[in-house]
């Protein structure tokens, strides 16, 4: 009985996990020819862009980070740097100082006690007076085409008031950052899929660029339970601003290496999203914020409470088969044979069904997302790990974030772990 209840609890999670997946499947393949044109548009004029890199206590990744942004293919008089040292206790104000003097026409270096990420990148915006502004992630790095095929979307779609780029990990070699290869690939899918709907979930810190009106408009960053790119795109949603993605602007951005630093970062993601959601309820299912309003952010939020239901009933599953097992072995005894494959007891219940078909389609998003990144990523090598680890975490971050948000526990930044591995 208890079986059939769980069982039935399930079906909604499924069909709607399936629904979600084709309609971001036929939003794609519908608008397939757009996407390929906005591959080709050459900038005619190009824009004076200030990207800010806010740094605490990031000696091991600054150099790459500034070496990248420096060789950017981009008119020099046209680009400029701002680097925010929030108050860092290693040798990060004296890198960026080293950069300011070898290219000072270009670079500036503000220093301030520190306050957190978004009261960096807002004294930045203070000091910008260019037509368009991002943020670059001191442990994050882009490639010298990057910029400019972001610019190109500005000028192809004057109505666009943010862009954002494709998001890879940079060098994964640990089993924790080769999982998150595949988490930040299905994004890439993802994050142009929602594009496609004008639903667009978050302008991720790593080089999303905006035009400077945003902020004239919007006002700058907040804190935002530590989560102010989440933040900002709720409130571009909120005042209908158009956000697109660019799935050739490469950025590469250091993963955690270990499970504690992954967790804590996941941790804080959630967190966030649950929190902010909850600060702008007022465009859950409303038809005048879209497909963004109407289904993916609302949508985004169930998932999160799905997705809990949906680890407790395979940890019930997988009890009581172990337990029925235990069971047989006590009262027939242990009789050891060989495994044997009959295509008669082949699983062929709806529910076996319906997740044979989201994990075919999973895949088929995973490729498709190699396909439209100019960086191709090694799926057959990482998947395993993906599919073995990820489940194993999704739960437990989820499970604490949903705990903490509802008992309003205090949100404080946790240092995810080092970052060794950036240059």
């Not at 046209?78 to 290693?90: A, E, W, Y």
């Not at 902020?215 to 989440?230: I, M, P, V, W």
């Not at 239901?309 to 009581?320: G, I, K, M, N, Q």
Request: glycine letters at 4%; one cysteine or more.
């Amino acid at each position: 009985m208890l079986y059939d209840i769980l069982q039935g609890l399930m079906y909604p999670f499924l069909f709607l996990s399936m629904y979600f997946q084709i309609l971001l499947l036929l939003s794609f393949f519908e608008n397939k020819k757009k996407i390929k044109s906005e591959e080709t548009h050459k900038i005619k004029s190009y824009p004076s862009v200030t990207i800010a890199v806010p740094c605490w206590n990031e000696e091991k990744t600054l150099v790459s980070t500034l070496k990248s942004l420096t060789e950017l293919d981009y008119p020099q008089d046209k680009l400029s740097i701002i680097i925010v040292d929030d108050g860092s206790r290693d040798e990060t104000l004296s890198i960026a100082k080293t950069y300011q003097s070898l290219h000072p026409n270009q670079i500036k270096v503000i220093t301030k006690e520190n306050g957190g990420k978004h009261t960096a990148v807002n004294l930045a915006l203070l000091e910008s007076e260019s037509d368009l502004f991002g943020c670059l992630d001191a442990d994050s790095f882009v490639t010298p085409q990057t910029l400019k095929t972001i610019v190109s979307y500005f000028e192809a779609n004057p109505e666009t008031m943010a862009v954002t780029p494709c998001i890879h990990i940079r060098n994964p070699n640990t089993f924790i950052q080769r999982m998150q290869a595949i988490e930040y690939l299905m994004g890439v899918f993802l994050r142009k899929a929602f594009g496609q709907l004008d639903a667009i979930q978050v302008t991720p810190g790593p080089f999303s660029i905006f035009r400077k009106e945003v902020f004239q408009k919007l006002g700058g960053y907040r804190k935002a339970h530590n989560t102010e790119d989440f933040e900002i795109t709720l409130r571009m949603h909120k005042a209908h601003f158009k956000i697109m993605n660019s799935h050739k602007a490469l950025v590469y951005t250091i993963g955690p290496a270990t499970a504690k630093g992954f967790f804590y970062q996941r941790l804080r993601w959630a967190r966030g999203f649950l929190e902010n959601s909850l600060d702008y309820k007022e465009l859950f299912f409303k038809k005048e914020y879209g497909n963004f309003g109407m289904f993916t952010l609302p949508m985004a939020f169930l998932f999160v409470f799905y997705g809990l239901y949906a680890a407790f009933f395979t940890v019930y599953l997988v009890s009581s088969q172990f337990s029925n097992t235990i069971l047989r072995w006590i009262t027939v005894g242990i009789h050891p044979q060989m495994p044997s494959f009959d295509l008669f007891y082949l699983n062929t219940t709806v529910m076996s069904f319906v997740v044979m078909i989201m994990l075919t389609m999973f895949l088929v998003v995973l490729y498709i997302g190699n396909l439209l990144s100019d960086d191709k990523q090694q799926i057959y090598h990482n998947f395993p790990i993906f599919f073995i680890l990820y489940p194993l975490f999704v739960p437990i971050f989820l499970g604490r974030a949903v705990v903490d948000t509802f008992l309003k526990r205090k949100n404080v930044w946790i240092l995810q772990d080092t970052k060794g591995s950036g240059q």
